[in-house]
């Protein structure tokens, strides 16, 4: 399965970015997936002279080629509120990554909107 995993990486520790990138790891070596990373996978050419409008291009491909979105929300999530829209548009299903996820913690629950997403799937 192909998935996209959108996340934050703007203000948060060197060590949350670690675990994205170790559950992402996680999903291609034991479960065989194929997963986008943005901030690993983002082509942004030499010198990182790469225009923002080219740096959502890529992104729109990279989640119209997903199956799934898996969507890792911290404090912050403006920075992937673009990227939602898109895989909204595209009809995507979600999957939420948080940090009970990251660091295998017991799971409170809680309702909104994108949690109804993921259990409706692509809606």
Known sequence: MNIYMMCSTNNIS?????????????LEEKG????????????FGKENLIKEIDICKQKRKA??????????????????????????MAKKIIKIISVVDLYNLP???????IEEWETKGAI
Do not use: W
Request: net charge negative.
């Open 14 to 26: 060197s060590l949350h970015i670690r675990n994205i990138e170790s559950y992402a790891t996680r």
């Open 32 to 43: 065989g997936h194929t997963v986008y990373l943005p901030h690993r996978d983002l082509n």
């Open 63 to 88: 989640i119209e080629e997903a199956d799934q979105i898996y969507v890792y929300c911290n404090l912050q999530p403006e920075e992937i509120l673009f990227d939602m829209g898109m895989a909204f």
């Open 107 to 113: 799971k409170e629950n809680s309702s909104n909107l």
